[in-house]
């Protein structure tokens, strides 16, 4: 469809204000055509989303024939206007990714596969309003009330069903934007290509896929995206398209069972992933700090991995990232830290980052960043703050930012005393998130105990060897006194897979709040990374029994579980404590 008139006017004149105002090149004349992924990525410079606006999912209660604007506000945010995208430009935005839903106003569930034309003009309406902004523009399909399980599902035709519905879709996206400029990126979904083509949330019996298949269907609907919107015309046939990696996850996209797809037009592919690590600082309110040497060596060593794919040409969008406020809107301690240093690697590799917001960070209703050190960083990172620098530049300042970084960060770790572990010796802990995310210590394979909610007592061992050991954790000296129930929580073995390969996790005795806890089911030792051995005690995403799994008697692999705690049955939680056996092989 042709972008309406009134927009072409105000895109024009707003694109020669700015240029007059900045001297900054404007994005209209860029030969996108003849430019490369990496070349791309470079001038999209600092992104934001536009967060829990296309993408509220309110069909459930709406139904899909509510009017547009009331699926655009039902995650609470205002209906989107001209001016607060003009607004995210000046704050240092030179690229807006927009969420959609589409299923929100489409009968799927009938076979009716066409999106509510009255959708597609709203999604194209703030699109205009990005062009008009001089921004480049993405749009996707973003969760969309979870029917991407219909991919998992037990049933074949449900199968066949799912991948009707995706070609449909962006057959009619497709279309209608295929005279859009190159500014416009189309993005194949968010983080459900993965683990999510196995959730349940509309297919209820999901889950049918192994890991393995979860990696082979992904590949096989990122191919038939790139495929489809080639063959639909106009700019679509060397439009730069955004392929989501596994779960959007840096660690499973650089999995060799990852694959980019085949393109007929060249160099025009980029990979989108996520970066919210740790969860528990980033998306918690169980972690308020943020800084040792092993947080910035961990985001350092993390992004650096994604060269991988910029070594084969293809560009790097870091499509969501972000340390989120509080409750009560306030930044976390060593937010600007985090994101100085997250924002030196984007610099230093040349990707995109794109902040995820919902009007956390700017605030729409006011059209300003929320807090002035946020909104000057920002604007120091516009392309137009930048443009007297060259990439060299860029990149020798960014390298000359993270060396520091870390190395202040190694001194304040000597002043602060030495950290189990930090020789590098096997080191078990309990790894747990609480039912309400309030109560948090050191989740995930990394060894983190200054990640944690203030005021957790951790009793954390060093292994050297077969024997019996006790972890456990204290939360009455916690603002609350307690942990809420669970979320997730595990036992991990820092280093054990290097220094104790096959080694058996054999639990012999949970207790909480002093008293022994009966597992249902049994635990089994395995390792996610092939660094950290580890026992899951409440992991409910785990949906398939991963292979190699290492338990003492081979007879009880009918009956081992990722839950062997049952948080049904768990309330409020003083005191964990777990004691195990370390086994050779």
Same mark, same amino acid.
């Given at each position: 469809?042709?972008?309406?008139?009134?927009y072409?006017?105000?895109?024009?004149?707003?694109?020669?204000?700015?240029?007059?105002?900045?001297?900054?090149?404007?994005?209209?004349?860029?030969?996108l055509?003849s430019?490369?992924?990496?070349e791309?990525?470079?001038?999209?410079g600092n992104g934001?989303?536009?967060?829990?606006?296309?993408?509220?999912?309110?069909?459930?209660?709406?139904g899909?024939?509510?009017?547009?604007?009331?699926?655009?506000?039902?995650?609470?945010q205002?209906?989107?206007?001209?001016?607060?995208?003009?607004a995210?430009?000046?704050?240092?935005?030179?690229s807006?990714?927009?969420?959609?839903?589409?299923?929100?106003?489409?009968?799927?569930?009938k076979?009716?596969?066409?999106?509510?034309?009255a959708?597609l003009?709203?999604?194209?309406?703030?699109?205009?309003?990005?062009?008009?902004a001089?921004?480049?523009?993405?749009?996707n399909?973003?969760?969309?009330?979870?029917?991407?399980?219909?991919?998992?599902?037990?049933?074949?035709?449900?199968?066949?069903?799912?991948?009707?519905?995706?070609?449909?879709?962006?057959?009619?996206?497709?279309?209608?934007?295929?005279?859009?400029?190159h500014?416009?990126?189309?993005?194949a979904?968010?983080?459900?290509?993965?683990s999510?083509?196995?959730?349940t949330?509309?297919?209820?019996?999901?889950?049918?896929?192994?890991?393995?298949?979860t990696?082979?269907v992904?590949n096989?609907?990122?191919q038939?995206f790139?495929?489809?919107?080639? /063959? !639909?015309g106009?700019?679509?046939g060397? &439009?730069? #398209?955004?392929?989501?990696?596994?779960? *959007?996850?840096?660690?499973?996209?650089?999995?060799e069972?990852?694959?980019m797809?085949?393109?007929?037009?060249?160099d025009?592919?980029l990979?989108?992933?996520?970066?919210?690590?740790p969860?528990?600082?980033?998306?918690t309110?169980?972690?308020?700090?943020?800084?040792?040497?092993?947080?910035?060596?961990t985001?350092?060593?993390?992004?650096?991995?994604?060269?991988?794919?910029?070594?084969?040409?293809y560009g790097?969008?870091?499509?969501e990232?972000?340390?989120?406020?509080?409750?009560?809107g306030?930044?976390?301690?060593?937010?600007?830290d985090?994101?100085?240093n997250?924002?030196a690697?984007?610099?230093?590799?040349?990707?995109v980052?794109?902040?995820?917001?919902?009007?956390?960070?700017?605030i729409?209703r006011?059209?300003?960043?929320?807090?002035? /050190? !946020?909104?000057?960083?920002f604007r120091? &990172?516009s #392309?137009?703050?930048?443009?007297?620098? *060259?990439?060299?530049?860029?990149?020798?300042?960014?390298a000359a930012?993270?060396?520091?970084?870390?190395e202040?960060?190694?001194?304040?770790?000597l002043?602060?005393?030495?950290?189990l572990?930090a020789?590098?010796e096997?080191?078990?802990?309990?790894?747990?998130?609480?039912g309400d995310?309030q109560?948090t210590y050191?989740?995930?394979?990394?060894?983190?105990p200054?990640?944690?909610t203030?005021?957790?007592?951790?009793?954390?061992?060093?292994i050297?060897?077969e024997?019996?050991?006790?972890?456990?954790?204290?939360?009455?000296?916690?603002?609350?006194?307690?942990?809420?129930?669970?979320?997730?929580?595990?036992?991990?073995?820092?280093q054990g897979?290097?220094?104790?390969?096959?080694?058996?996790?054999?639990?012999?005795?949970v207790?909480?709040n002093?008293?022994?806890?009966q597992?249902?089911?049994r635990?089994?030792?395995?390792?996610?990374d092939?660094?950290?051995?580890?026992?899951?005690?409440?992991?409910?995403?785990?949906?398939?029994i991963?292979?190699?799994?290492?338990v003492?008697?081979p007879n009880?692999r009918?009956?081992?579980?990722?839950?062997?705690?049952?948080?049904?049955?768990?309330?409020r939680?003083?005191?964990?404590?777990?004691?195990?056996?370390f086994?050779?092989?």
């Amino acid at each position: 469809m042709r972008i309406k008139l009134v927009y072409v006017i105000l895109f024009v004149f707003l694109l020669a204000v700015s240029a007059s105002a900045q001297g900054a090149a404007k994005k209209a004349d860029l030969d996108l055509q003849s430019m490369t992924a990496l070349e791309l990525a470079l001038q999209m410079g600092n992104g934001i989303n536009l967060g829990n606006t296309m993408e509220a999912y309110g069909r459930p209660y709406l139904g899909t024939k509510a009017d547009v604007s009331e699926y655009e506000t039902f995650w609470g945010q205002p209906v989107t206007t001209l001016e607060m995208i003009l607004a995210m430009k000046e704050a240092g935005f030179d690229s807006l990714r927009i969420p959609v839903a589409w299923t929100n106003m489409m009968d799927y569930e009938k076979g009716d596969y066409t999106i509510n034309p009255a959708y597609l003009e709203r999604v194209e309406e703030i699109v205009n309003y990005a062009l008009a902004a001089d921004m480049f523009v993405i749009i996707n399909d973003h969760w969309d009330g979870g029917w991407w399980g219909m991919f998992g599902s037990a049933n074949a035709q449900t199968r066949s069903d799912a991948m009707d519905l995706f070609v449909a879709m962006w057959t009619q996206i497709g279309t209608h934007f295929r005279d859009y400029p190159h500014l416009l990126i189309f993005e194949a979904a968010n983080e459900e290509l993965g683990s999510r083509l196995n959730e349940t949330s509309i297919a209820q019996d999901s889950g049918w896929l192994t890991d393995d298949e979860t990696y082979q269907v992904m590949n096989e609907i990122n191919q038939r995206f790139v495929d489809l919107i080639r /063959g !639909l015309g106009g700019k679509n046939g060397d &439009r730069f #398209l955004l392929i989501p990696g596994y779960n *959007t996850d840096i660690a499973r996209t650089i999995d060799e069972r990852f694959r980019m797809p085949s393109d007929s037009a060249q160099d025009k592919l980029l990979l989108s992933v996520h970066y919210y690590t740790p969860w528990s600082y980033c998306g918690t309110e169980g972690v308020n700090s943020w800084g040792t040497e092993r947080e910035y060596q961990t985001q350092n060593e993390l992004l650096a991995q994604m060269t991988k794919f910029t070594e084969q040409g293809y560009g790097i969008v870091f499509g969501e990232y972000g340390v989120l406020p509080k409750s009560d809107g306030s930044l976390k301690n060593n937010t600007l830290d985090f994101l100085a240093n997250f924002h030196a690697n984007m610099e230093l590799y040349g990707y995109v980052p794109m902040l995820w917001d919902t009007s956390s960070f700017f605030i729409r209703r006011e059209l300003k960043i929320v807090d002035e /050190g !946020l909104a000057r960083f920002f604007r120091e &990172r516009s #392309l137009a703050a930048r443009s007297a620098h *060259t990439q060299g530049q860029i990149k020798g300042q960014a390298a000359a930012h993270l060396a520091m970084a870390l190395e202040l960060a190694r001194q304040r770790d000597l002043e602060a005393g030495p950290v189990l572990g930090a020789g590098g010796e096997a080191v078990a802990w309990i790894m747990f998130d609480s039912g309400d995310y309030q109560i948090t210590y050191s989740v995930g394979d990394i060894y983190t105990p200054t990640s944690k909610t203030e005021g957790v007592i951790a009793t954390d061992v060093v292994i050297d060897g077969e024997g019996r050991h006790r972890v456990a954790l204290d939360f009455r000296g916690t603002a609350q006194g307690f942990a809420n129930s669970i979320t997730f929580a595990a036992v991990g073995i820092a280093q054990g897979e290097l220094h104790f390969p096959g080694y058996i996790i054999d639990i012999k005795e949970v207790l909480i709040n002093g008293e022994r806890y009966q597992m249902r089911g049994r635990p089994y030792t395995t390792s996610d990374d092939g660094i950290c051995t580890r026992v899951n005690l409440y992991n409910e995403w785990v949906r398939v029994i991963p292979e190699g799994i290492r338990v003492i008697n081979p007879n009880w692999r009918p009956f081992v579980t990722p839950t062997p705690l049952n948080k049904q049955n768990i309330g409020r939680i003083e005191t964990i404590e777990v004691i195990f056996d370390f086994v050779a092989p």
